[in-house]
């Protein structure tokens, strides 16, 4: 049983959560008077299926002490793909060249802007995909993309060194990591894997986003200098706008 709800304006923050089990409802407001829309996420102080709690989480990362204790923690790795995205998205947009750089510890990798190594941008062993998510997740673990078009991302087989989860460097092999996310046997053999974590946390993203664009938004209606306000679904019916007036006209 859930009892309460964590609330955030922020979709990525919410997909990294909810790609840990932790309950997402969602609240779309439309403010008539300011024109402003407001989504809100409601996460569940729980995780379904593990020990995580939202708050303690939220509290670890804000801190830096996640950072410090788990590097590789699943949070964070949606999190870096989170960004990743964002920036792609963005490079897309104004086309400016990003380059992976890594983060403290050298165990991940998240966008910058920058040109990236020559070594890389040239390399012989190139895999394609048009899967954005994945374009993402696969910038956690030290894969850049070196061409986009069409839809389509061109990336390197190998990128940057990183540190794994026992301390060693580790060039991972995008072509074969891939193939093992898609036949599932990367998640059910290391269930743990940065990959793993950055590509739920997308798949979330992407769920959330097409729940959205399905889910009727409220109305929130306000009365001219008065305080008094209330809301409504948008295709409120006549008898409902009724009872709003009537709201309304209370002294």
Not at 221 to 237: G, M, W
Request: hydrophobic residues 40%; glycine residues 6%.
């Amino acid at each position: 049983m859930i009892e309460g709800w964590w609330p955030t304006h922020n979709v990525n923050l919410a997909a990294c959560l909810g790609a840990l089990g932790m309950p997402v409802r969602t609240d779309i407001v439309f403010d008539e008077r300011s024109g402003d829309e407001i989504t809100t996420f409601y996460l569940g102080l729980q995780s379904l299926w593990n020990a995580l709690h939202t708050d303690q989480l939220i509290q670890q990362w804000q801190s830096g002490e996640l950072e410090r204790a788990d590097p590789l923690h699943p949070f964070l790795c949606g999190l870096r793909a989170s960004h990743n995205a964002v920036m792609l998205e963005s490079s897309l947009r104004n086309g400016r060249h990003l380059r992976l750089a890594a983060t403290v510890g050298n165990h991940a990798t998240i966008y910058i802007e920058g040109d990236e190594l020559p070594s890389l941008r040239e390399a012989d062993e190139l895999i394609e995909t048009n899967d954005a998510a994945l374009v993402a997740a696969l910038g956690v673990i030290g894969i850049p993309v070196i061409e986009h078009e069409r839809g389509s991302f061109r990336l390197p087989r190998f990128g940057h060194s990183v540190l794994a989860s026992n301390g060693e460097l580790v060039r991972h092999d995008a072509q074969a990591l891939t193939q093992q996310l898609r036949d599932g046997s990367l998640e059910r053999d290391d269930p743990q894997h940065p990959l793993v974590s950055a590509y739920n946390a997308r798949c979330v993203h992407a769920q959330i986003t097409t729940h959205l664009h399905s889910t009727a938004r409220r109305v929130l209606l306000r009365k001219p200098r008065s305080i008094r306000s209330a809301f409504v679904a948008e295709d409120a019916s006549d008898d409902m706008l009724d009872r709003v007036q009537r709201h309304f006209r209370i002294p």
